[in-house]
């Protein structure tokens, strides 16, 4: 990348300053170590950005980024990606009525359908998410507003939680488990997919609830307490439901492997997104066998059972389904990038080179002349 | 202390004596002196320990924190240490906690270290024993015990426990030997002499007898000043009377030499002895590199300031709406929401300033300050400035100024000791206008240059003879000149004419040396000094001796010396030797158009020369003088002006006898470094207190003015002729005329040859046109006076007195352009002038260590100058320069995507990166390759700077730390950060890119964009670098190793002393996503192209002469080298 050369610098300290024969034993103990660091001689590589050094770089990044960068563009438009927005803000769309009529205390659930087509099939797993927009998940007070040792199972956070998580510490006087704001507005709108046969059944769609937390959160950074037995409800004895949720943290799953603390959408909801309009993952389709596509072409249903309010705060909710590639979901930002800068380094490259011949030879002759 | 002053004022009055500014009255022995004289008043005088530490167990630790806290940058990161514990802050109080706990603890331990050093010092000093007299025996005691009065026993090589007036000693004659090598270096045995009247007091008991007193002046730092009395009272007659004066002062801290033991008492103890006077430190220096430093830290503060201004703003905007000031999954507790929202606004203000406080980072202080102190041992390691004769290197006084080293724009230097050798070689003398010239030296060159002129052998008459006999007796006899002889093993003293092996001449002038020994070629040798009389071995072998009368001793201002002597034969003679401008007007008789014309044709050839005149004196005669003297002597006040009259007096109607000559040699290798110093685009100025054709010659044969020189001269006797007036402005109009002609010929390419200039002013002239502006005119000419000089590319100012040289410096220091100047000297006479000028460069020279002491930075001999500034110099001001853009640069890529952060977070002061990495990112993060940058770095290799002295113009006028660079900094800094932030960003954008499908959060966004972050700015500086050791290699790889071990280990654990786990996997989950390297990658290469880009276009278009030899270098040795250069380039590419 860098023009170099090796240059050993030889230890000619002694080749100035006659060396007088008068430097007794006393004058010798005071002189100084003559080692190459301390005479600041260490062999070393003295590279020099010039224009000719810099060009094969340019060339190189230039050749190397555009391939890169179309590769990822391709697998980015490969992925296929379907999106719905069902927050309810139009009069005509289905979840209107249920985004008005909102109150966290209703006990009937409000329920809407959304109908949809997809025009191409999903071949391989097929990724649910939902998201949410205008969302400030990342505000500071929101972001600090959990206690990890209770989410680890630590009983003493248990039954007494951080200052954190106020105002969402106690509830009438019982501690909050999970504790904080984060956990306190846990989404809980349910989202189920029906695949409308041509032939006019509807066929429900298999979606699996695990996996779509880390790894490490799940069996790791989450724990439920250990009680004296196996049930959960007991050890969650003494403590309360979050304000606005509806059921206790040992409700929210039959899978004793996904409940409590450990329950994933809470894992992943307590994941806070980095900026305020995100995604979260919320199931996956899996591949059933290679003879059929995962979603084959045709319409479907998105049936949610609507709990969520974000009108308050102008917020939107969407259902997306999406294939992943290997790098991840649709995003051709890295594909452009990729190509933009391998494209101007490589005219930058041809620029660099003109220079170096129109002025690289003149300078370096006018130095050789004077 | 008030007593005696109200003591001195009554008997001011009463008895009307002298003028006492402050005195102090010490009864020897305690003892009180006889009734009826004076009322015994004791006084309180400190006891005698001497305390140089700062603290004591007790207060050192509130001391030191008050010390450390009173510098501004320490205070402003308190202050945001307090308002991170009082107010709800977004980080931690630990983030800006460790750092200054770990800078406080880091400099209270080396100050707390030095101060232990000091007490350790102190006491070894305080406890050593003194030997004191007390009812007639000698007691032990501690030194801190001692009190003024005491009589102290002082043996042979032991030190003086406190400032003493010599008593008596073991010799006969009242003297004793000191060295004050301790005090001011001089290694020279100097002679101190007992007050007569108590000389002879050999035992323990006759000292006890003695009733005294001693009137003296307060303590004042001078070394060589002292004023005093002592009454002596015998019996009940009226006190005797003896003056005191700097030749009865024992010093603290001298030793005391080839006499067995002296009786002396205590005047001056401990803290207030002239040695502990003289520890007050000098004034701090600043560079200018501190100055820009500063300025750009006024800028950022200001930048934090808006910063956290904007952003309150901002959310009290964006807040307006209640649904996003407090949506419902995000409550605020009760107590918030009680504030007043003018409190809330000022705390949310704060925690913004919190923030953002890391644009100001507490490590750069640190590692400035780092930097330069161990950069400076370079200094003293380096073995090229190591002189074999000395037997040293170069010292490093004050490691403040390296980089001013870097930017010397002009260089006063003395010339005697400094330019030349000052060691003196006696050349030849005249009689009467015959040369000789001792053998020993004559070559062929002098023998041709003198030719028709008598030769020693040729004997000038039997008048003539006595004349010439006369001539080297008063030359064996006018001096100050101590033999030191060594003793064999056997005790048995060796004589002069004995052998030079074991004996040679000590005195503080090599001036006197020379001619003793010059002398001695010529037949006469001094032999000693013994019971007053001096002996000198004739030619004939016989020894003459005279009595020594008196010393007239040399001093500048008088600029001669002189002794009465009487010879055995009876005859009373006074010799005097000095100046020629100062004996010539007091000479009435004797050749003296001959002398003159070889006295300036000597000095034309840069000798220095002395003339000699003598007068035979009358036994009359020499009792006035005795008396005149005497009663000046006495004098308390006004001694030196009296005394002064009084030689005036005596020193008048000579007979010119002759001339001498000595070659002061040049030093080694001073043309060539005058040289390359201009050729650096420095200023040269020799200041020098020699006559001015003595200091011309030696300005021509140090090459700073050369042949082509126009000399413009501004001297007495110029301005005799015409007015100073005319003189100043005729000078100033050619000068003038040449620099305009020069700005036309810089337009049309011709200025390669322009012709330059050179100045001589004396210092009559100088003080005539620095004298204060009495009318309009005189104000001019100071202009007019820098106006020339500006224009001149090398001035020599002669016949100046120090502290003209200090005036010169200021005056150019003064001077509108504010250029850096340096003073290079090696006597006491250019301290005043080393502390003046922004650096000071000492010689350890012959003369003492005044000025080596004194000085920022010592260097053996005169040609290291050169490898000071050209090598040093230029390497430590790129390296700071490197240093402070850095810093600047990194925190402002690392704090603005917190700031662009905020505009998606609603305003809520959510920190990007997690503490650990806010913490460590300026201390262990990117701290250790800049460091070590701006210890090894060099743009050039040391061998061209050396030979070509032009780069340094490259970075004159600071103009690596220029405006324009510094936004250039920070504008790539913005740029950076731009691109990290929104790299980021939109990589995130509303997806995943993990291959799993799951989602990423906020703080591996953060973690993203610190990755990014200390990847560029670690390889932004590895593209600076031009200089790649091995440890550079170790450094740079090894810190972004680190970084990512750190992160590893950080997220791999959940660490239980934390109340969050929100790093936990959060590093390795990133990593796990073949997009994140992608991105950080691509997002690396964006950051780093436009300075690429920008360095490369400079270099190929508008080179500088340093980038110009940077690439001529590599041409030449690119052939060699292209294998590996493709190695290299293939290695990258696999990196």
Known sequence: MMASSYSTKEEDGHQSGAPGPGGGVNAKSRKPDNTAFKQQRLPAWQPILTAGTVLPAFFIIGLLFIPIGIGLYVTSNNIKEYEIDYTGVDMSSPCFNCSQNYSWNSTKPCRCSVSFSLDQPFESNVFMYYGLSNYYQNHRRYVKSRDDSQLNGNLNALKDPSKECEPYRMNDGLPIAPCGAIANSLFNDTLELYYNDPNGTKTLIKLVKTGIAWWTDKHVKFRNPVGDGSNLSAVFQGTTKPVNWQKYVYQLDSDPDNNGFINEDLIVWMRTAALPTFRKLYRIIEKQGDATPTLPRGNYTLLVTYNYPVRSFEGRKRMILSTISWMGGKNPFLGIAYITVGSVCFFLGVVLLIIHHKYGSRSNNADISS | ?1135
């Not at chain 2, 102290?152 to 000191?178: A, M, N």
């Not at chain 2, 074991?502 to 020379?514: H, K, L, N, Q, R």
């Not at chain 2, 004797?590 to 000597?602: F, I, L, Q, S, Y």
Request: with cysteine; proline share 3%.
């Open chain 2, 1 to 1135: 202390m008030d007593f005696s002053a109200l003591r001195n004022l009554i008997s001011r009055y009463c008895t009307g004596e002298e003028n006492w500014v402050d005195s102090r009255t010490v009864y020897i022995g305690h003892r009180e002196p006889p009734p009826g004289t004076e009322a015994y008043i004791p006084q309180r005088f400190p006891d005698n320990r001497i305390v140089s530490s700062k603290y004591t167990f007790w207060n050192f630790v509130p001391k030191n924190l008050f010390e450390q806290f009173r510098r501004v940058a320490n205070f402003y990161f308190l202050i945001i240490f307090l308002v991170q514990l009082i107010i709800d802050t977004p980080t931690s109080p630990v983030t800006s906690g460790l750092p200054l706990f770990f800078v406080i603890t880091v400099t209270a331990i080396k100050q707390g270290y030095e101060d232990w050093l000091r007490h350790k010092a102190d006491n070894a000093v305080n406890q050593c024993p003194v030997h004191i007299i007390q009812h007639g025996k000698v007691v032990r005691k501690q030194s801190r015990k001692l009190r003024v009065g005491d009589v102290v026993l002082v043996k042979e090589d032991e030190t003086f426990p406190s400032d003493l007036i010599l008593l008596s000693t073991s010799r006969d004659d009242g003297t004793c030997f000191v060295t004050t090598a301790s005090l001011d270096g001089e290694s020279s045995h100097k002679t101190y002499y007992a007050v007569q009247d108590t000389k002879s007091f050999n035992t323990e008991k006759e000292v006890d007898m003695l009733r005294a007193t001693i009137e003296c002046e307060q303590p004042q730092p001078d070394l060589y000043k002292f004023v005093g009395r002592i009454n002596i009272y015998q019996d009940r007659d009226e006190p005797i009377a003896r003056p005191l004066g700097s030749e009865n002062l024992l010093l603290r801290g001298a030793t005391l030499k080839n006499t067995e033991f002296v009786y002396a008492v205590a005047i001056y103890t401990g803290m207030e002895s002239k040695m502990a006077l003289n520890y007050q430190s000098k004034s701090q220096k600043r560079s200018a590199v501190e100055k820009s430093m500063n300025a750009f830290l006024v800028v950022y503060l200001c930048i934090l300031i808006s910063k956290a201004l904007i952003n309150t703003t901002l959310k009290y905007v964006w807040q307006s709406n209640p649904n996003r000031d407090e949506p419902w999954y995000n409550g605020k507790t009760d107590h918030e929401r009680q504030r007043h929202v003018m409190i809330r606004a000022f705390t949310d203000f704060l925690a913004f300033m919190v923030l953002f406080n890391y644009i100001i980072p507490v490590s750069m202080y640190v590692t400035v300050e780092m930097q330069k102190f161990l950069g400076s041992y370079f200094i003293t390691w380096d073995d090229e400035m190591f002189d074999e004769e000395l037997g040293e290197g170069a010292l490093v006084n004050t490691s403040d100024l390296n980089e001013e080293l870097g930017q010397v724009e002009y260089v006063f230097t003395d010339k005697t000791g400094t330019l030349t050798e000052n060691n003196m070689e006696f050349i030849e003398c005249c009689v009467d206008g015959h040369v000789y010239v001792p053998h020993a030296i004559c070559n062929g060159q002098i023998l041709s240059g003198s030719s028709g002129i008598d030769m020693i052998d040729s004997s000038p008459g039997p008048d003539g003879k006595e004349r010439e006999e006369l001539f080297f007796r008063a030359l064996c006899l006018c001096h100050t000149v101590q033999v030191k002889e060594e003793e064999t093993v056997d005790g048995i003293k060796r004589g002069i004419h004995q052998g030079k092996a074991t004996s040679f001449y000590i005195s503080s002038s090599p001036d006197e040396v020379a001619l003793v020994e010059g002398m001695k070629r010529l037949g006469f040798t001094y032999l000693r000094l013994k019971d007053n009389h001096m002996e000198i071995l004739n030619r004939e072998d016989e020894v003459e001796r005279f009595e020594l009368l008196e010393v007239l001793n040399f001093d500048s201002v008088r600029r001669r010396m002189s002794v009465i002597v009487r010879s055995s034969s009876g005859h009373l003679y006074l010799f005097c030797k000095g100046a020629d401008s100062s004996i010539f007007p007091r000479v009435i008789s004797g050749k003296v158009d001959r002398v003159r014309a070889r006295v300036e044709h000597n000095a034309v050839e840069g000798l220095r020369t002395l003339c000699v005149a003598y007068k035979a004196l009358s036994q009359e005669e020499y009792h006035n003088m005795c008396q005149l003297l005497d009663s000046a002597k006495l004098a308390l006040q006004d001694r030196d002006r009296k005394l002064a009259e009084a030689y005036d007096l005596i020193e008048r109607d000579l007979v010119l006898l002759g001339a001498t000559a000595v070659e002061d040699r040049l030093q080694e290798k001073a043309a060539d470094t005058i040289e390359s110093l201009h050729k650096a685009g420095m200023k040269v100025w020799v200041l020098t207190g020699d006559k001015m054709e003595t200091a011309a010659a030696t300005c021509y044969a140090s090459k700073l003015f050369r042949r082509s020189t126009q000399i413009l001269e501004l001297t007495t006797k110029r301005t005799e002729e015409q007015s100073l007036h005319d003189v100043l402005f005729e000078l100033g109009r050619t000068v003038l005329r040449q620099h305009d002609s020069l700005t036309h010929d810089t337009f049309s390419g011709l200025s390669s040859e322009f012709q330059d200039y050179g100045l001589i002013i004396d210092g009559a002239t100088l003080s005539a046109v620095m004298k204060p502006a009495q009318d309009d005119s005189s104000g001019n000419y100071r202009e007019i006076f820098l106006e020339i000089c500006r224009n001149c590319s090398a001035v020599l100012c002669c016949r100046m007195a120090p502290l003209q040289k200090a005036q010169i410096v200021k005056l150019i220091k003064a001077s509108k352009e504010h250029p850096i100047t340096l003073a290079v000297g090696d006597g006491a006479n250019d301290v005043s002038m080393i502390l003046e000028a922004h650096v000071g460069i000492g010689i350890m020279g012959k003369e003492g260590r005044q000025a080596a002491r004194n000085s920022d930075y010592a260097i053996p001999k005169f040609k290291h100058l050169k490898k000071m500034l050209l090598v040093h110099g230029h390497y430590y001001y790129i390296r700071i320069a490197e240093l402070v853009q850095y810093f600047f640069y990194k925190n402002v890529c690392f704090i603005f995507p917190q700031f662009l952060y905020q505009f998606f977070c609603g305003f809520s002061q959510q920190p990007l990166y997690d503490t650990a990495y806010l913490t460590l990112y300026n201390i262990s993060f990117t701290s250790l390759p800049i460091l070590l940058y701006s210890l090894i770095e060099q743009h050039i290799s040391m061998d061209i700077l050396k030979r070509d002295p032009s780069l340094y113009r490259d970075i004159a006028k600071n103009c690596l730390l220029r405006w324009r660079i510094f936004i250039y900094w920070t504008f790539l800094g913005l740029f950076d950060s731009m691109v990290f932030f929104f790299g980021a960003y939109f990589l995130f954008d509303n997806t995943t890119f993990t291959s799993n499908g799951q989602i990423f959060g906020n703080w591996t966004f953060g973690t993203l964009v610190f990755t990014v972050l200390v990847f560029t700015v670690t390889l932004k500086l590895a593209l600076d670098t031009h200089y790649w050791t091995w440890i550079n290699h170790f450094v740079v790889w090894g810190s972004l190793l680190f970084y990512v071990v750190f992160s590893l280990l950080w997220g791999g654990v959940i660490w239980p002393f934390l109340n969050y786990q929100r790093m936990y996997y959060v590093f390795v989950q990133m990593l796990s996503s073949g997009p994140a390297w992608l991105g950080i990658g691509l997002l690396v290469i964006i950051s780093l192209l436009p300075d690429v880009l920008k360095k490369v276009l400079c270099r190929a278009l508008w080179p500088t002469s340093t980038e110009r030899i940077q690439t001529k270098r590599k041409c030449l040795t690119v052939e060699q080298s292209t294998i590996f250069m493709l190695s290299q380039t293939s290695s990258s590419l696999s990196f």
